[in-house]
């Protein structure tokens, strides 16, 4: 079981973008400012780092990679691998030094800002889970032994999205829950999945239709788990939908639409859904609109479970909350705050750093930490009041999402991996 003082995978212990156990964290830090170590990584990827106990579990692509060319006229793409494979890294938390890397696939493929090792990995302090941009699921122990594998494209026919597999599984309990919503390249039904977390064997398979077309087919997020009355329900975005379903069977409980208004056929979706509880968080491209809703319906519940409906949701980044106040980043650097039960804004539109954003907030010890594209990191004040408290500039590309555990903050660039802490 996931503890506060872990980050076992996607967006912390809670799936809550929070690290509530993390405490005396750096505001200000840098190349020579509280950097307790940094380790040069294989190349640039979006995953997120994830730790238990004393070790940190990093997923990089194999250096040497370019970037795709887009032939805008003939809206073409040539995606070009200049190397193939892509690595696991185990590192010790405490000083940097690597307790082991193996290679967990191969095949890179790059898609403007993807490539093959944008999923983040998952573990449980026993096992370390991998899913890869090719859709390609390991698991491993943490001492670095192979235990399974699975392709999902062997499996189940060929994944298609406009810019490449990005979603990373959802580890509860026992079982590992996969999405994949797609249609954009591919006209192989969408569908989710429970597997065994310790076999990889199939629990349950699901197809999973949706309203959405074109691009709107695509959903790059991770599934998320809500508590009603009790029992569990499986959430997942994507089509102009949001579903429940049982996990025990897959079978779908409800849906949701009016996620697309305009019928908009670019409709793809990549921040992933936020739960608390019973109450579900989530929206459509460029958050319009981005909805406050009760899990727990049954049938077609469009409409009917809506808490609040506003347009200040985020495109690319994944909001944080601390279950009172929810904080929404979107892709141009400004936040806004909301009351996480009615949607109403605390403050909205605030500016930080200039820059593209597309690695989520995280917050952690009363602070929010964001770093934009261009590796700067703007530090403000969590609560209702908003305050810039620094910008510390970092250099590398970065995609990934900072997280915290214990007193250590950990970004992630392309070139590196930093644990910053207060220096004694």
Same mark, same amino acid.
């Given at each position: ?6 980050w076992?995978? @996607? *967006? ?10 993390a ?22 990827s979006?995953a ?7 070790? $940190? ?7 040497? !990679? ?21 690595y ?16 967990v ?5 790059l898609?403007?800002?993807?490539n ?12 370390? @889970? ?19 594998? *699975? ?26 829950y ?28 699901e ?18 788990? &809500? ?5 569990k ?21 409800? *849906?949701?639409?009016? !996620?697309?208004?305009?019928? !908009? ?31 727990g319906?049954?049938?077609d ?7 609040w ?9 994944t ?23 009615t ?17 989520s907030?995280?917050? &952690? ?5 964001a ?33 915290? $555990?214990?007193?250590?903050? !950990? ?5 590196a991996l ?7």
């Open positions: 079981m996931a503890h506060d003082g872990d076992p995978q @996607w *967006r912390g212990p809670q799936a809550s973008g929070a690290a509530k156990g405490k005396n964290l750096p505001v200000k830090f840098g190349e020579s400012e509280n950097l307790q170590w940094k380790v040069k990584l294989p190349s640039w979006a997120t780092p994830v730790v238990w106990g004393d070790t $940190v579990y990093v997923l990089s692509a194999e250096e040497g !990679f370019v970037n795709p060319t887009y032939d805008t006229k003939k809206l073409s793409r040539k995606a070009e691998t200049a190397s193939d494979k892509i696991l890294l185990a590192l010790n938390r405490r000083d940097g030094k690597q307790k082991w890397r193996l290679q696939d191969s095949g890179n493929v898609n403007r800002k993807q093959a090792s944008s999923p983040s990995p998952i573990t449980d302090g026993k096992h370390v @889970w991998v899913m890869t941009g090719n859709v390609r699921l390991g698991c491993w122990t943490v001492a670095g032994k192979p235990v399974w594998k *699975r392709d999902f494209v062997e499996d189940y026919g060929h994944v298609g999205l406009n810019h490449g597999y990005a979603s990373t599984p959802l580890l509860d309990g026992n079982r590992l996969v999405q994949v919503v797609h249609g954009y390249r591919s006209e192989n039904p969408s569908y989710t999945a429970a597997l065994d977390k310790l076999t990889g064997k199939t629990i349950w398979k197809l999973r239709p949706a309203p959405g077309i074109v691009e709107s087919k695509d959903n790059y997020g991770t599934p998320q788990m &809500a508590q009603v009355n009790g029992k329900e499986l959430i997942v975005f994507g089509g102009d939908i949001a579903t429940g379903q049982d996990p025990d069977t897959g079978k779908e409980l409800w *849906r949701m639409g009016g !996620f697309n208004p305009p019928a !908009f056929q670019m409709n793809r979706t990549i921040s992933s859904l936020l739960v608390v509880g019973d109450q579900v968080v989530v929206g459509g491209n460029r958050g319009r609109p981005y909805i406050g809703f009760k899990a319906g049954r049938g519940v469009t409409g009917k479970v809506e808490l409906n506003n347009n200040l949701g985020p495109d690319v980044p909001p944080a909350t601390d279950g009172k106040l929810l904080y929404v980043l979107n892709d141009k650097g400004y936040y806004n705050c909301l009351d996480l039960k949607g109403k804004p605390v403050y909205e539109g605030q500016r930080i750093e200039l820059g593209s954003y597309s690695s907030p995280l917050l &952690a010890d009363g602070k929010l930490y770093i934009n594209e261009d590796g700067t990191v703007t530090v403000t004040k969590a609560g209702e009041k908003f305050e810039v408290l620094a910008v510390n500039k970092l250099d590398g590309y970065t995609l990934a999402s900072p997280i915290a $555990v214990g007193n250590q903050l !950990f970004i992630r660039t392309a070139e930093y644990a910053f802490a207060h220096k004694h």
